[in-house]
């Protein structure tokens, strides 16, 4: 055996940190992304701006790179995608890697105000390539607390951006009539997991999500937010859901833990069978898993309906606390149903429920059991 060091080629470079950035028309992301490509702490950033995008970034024009790609001052280059993301996603590797643009650190994929971001994500993870080379951030979306109620009665897909949200950036809140304090409350119920800022703050803790502005794992479990699906699921037993806005009614998030190592092909098969049965419903999944054959280095898993990003091993436990968490916030899909799933494929016995007795009784019923 030599003691050869690998030649630099065949070394994989770091993932580049990903951030999808959506929000409703006129929620003020334009005003955001402006205010935070000034921040020096992203420069280096390329921020991708899809062909709906009414983003003026006039203030902060250098000069054009080539057709739809503009350096801006702050080392940051913008681009428009009216064709496909995959080519443009591809095409800046290429000249990144070739040295003909400056190794950007992160980028910003700006959604159309309706879009829904999984299509953005699904495409990201089904390449072979790009799945290696960009490291999914997380979803920061932006709400207006002028317009944001309203939007949330009239449109599914504006609550389904708020459901899918790793942060949640409440915009306009000097304008809104309480502050905007009734939104927050309705945020917080429709997504306990994501994290509520105001747009002024630092741009790091606005993008950063599971990975820091630097690629490094940041608060895993910030970004998990379990806790705080904890909290408002046993906050609402017993007092009949009556401060949940009728409108989100259908949208429910809580999450499954466990404190033995999973399997883990039980829990593969558990996400499988959950994402190919229920996928549509499955808004989002984040969690922190100790996988039995590798208990120390916790896997990290995040997805959005059905699709799941390829999940990263961290080195280490963020604290103390080794059980396996995950949070998953549904629409129109029972928990109760899932964590039953979750419970078989453990392979835990069910006291509590009625069907679950005679499943005790009758070993052979519960799947694999």
């Not at 829904?116 to 979803?139: E, F, K, N, S, W």
């Not at 959950?274 to 984040?286: D, Q, T």
């Amino acid at each position: 055996m030599s003691d050869l060091p690998t030649p630099e080629i065949i070394r994989r470079p770091e993932p580049i940190p990903l951030t999808v950035l959506t929000g409703f028309l006129g929620a003020g992301k334009t005003t955001l992304l402006n205010r935070m490509l000034r921040d020096p702490a992203l420069s280096d950033t390329v921020v991708i701006v899809n062909e709906f995008g009414e983003i003026g970034l006039d203030h902060l024009l250098i000069e054009t790179v080539d057709e739809g790609m503009i350096l801006l001052g702050a080392g940051c280059l913008c681009c428009t995608v009216r064709g496909d993301l995959i080519a443009t996603l591809e095409d800046l590797l290429r000249k990144r890697d070739n040295g003909r643009i400056t190794p950007f650190r992160r980028v910003v994929i700006e959604t159309t105000g309706l879009a829904d971001p999984a299509p953005i994500l699904h495409a990201l993870i089904y390449h072979p390539y790009l799945v290696m080379r960009y490291r999914l951030q997380g979803v920061v979306t932006v709400v207006d607390a002028v317009n944001g109620a309203s939007t949330l009665d009239s449109h599914p897909e504006a609550q389904r951006q708020a459901a899918v949200a790793d942060r949640i950036v409440l915009a306009k809140q000097d304008l809104a009539e309480d502050g905007g304090e009734g939104l927050r409350a309705r945020l917080h119920a429709l997504n306990p997991s994501a994290s509520i800022h105001a747009p002024d703050g630092p741009a790091s803790d606005l993008l950063g999500g599971l990975f820091g502005i630097e690629g490094k794992s940041a608060d895993v479990r910030a970004w998990l937010g379990a806790e705080a699906v904890d909290a408002h699921h046993h906050h609402h037993h017993g007092h009949h859901h009556h401060d949940v806005n009728r409108h989100d009614a259908a949208i429910r998030a809580f999450s499954l833990t466990s404190d033995v190592p999973v399997p883990r092909a039980a829990f593969e098969m558990f996400l499988d069978l959950l994402r190919s049965a229920h996928g549509p419903k499955l808004l989002r999944l984040k969690g922190l898993v100790a996988l039995a054959d590798e208990p120390d280095r916790p896997l990290v898993v995040h997805g959005v309906q059905h699709v799941i990003h390829m999940p990263v091993h961290l080195d280490a436990w963020p604290d103390d606390d080794h059980s396996s968490r995950l949070v998953l916030i549904v629409r129109d899909l029972d928990p109760a149903f899932v964590t039953r799933l979750w419970d078989a494929f453990l392979g835990r016995p069910r006291i509590d429920t009625p069907d679950a007795a005679a499943l005790t009784a009758n070993p052979l019923a519960i799947p694999g059991g």
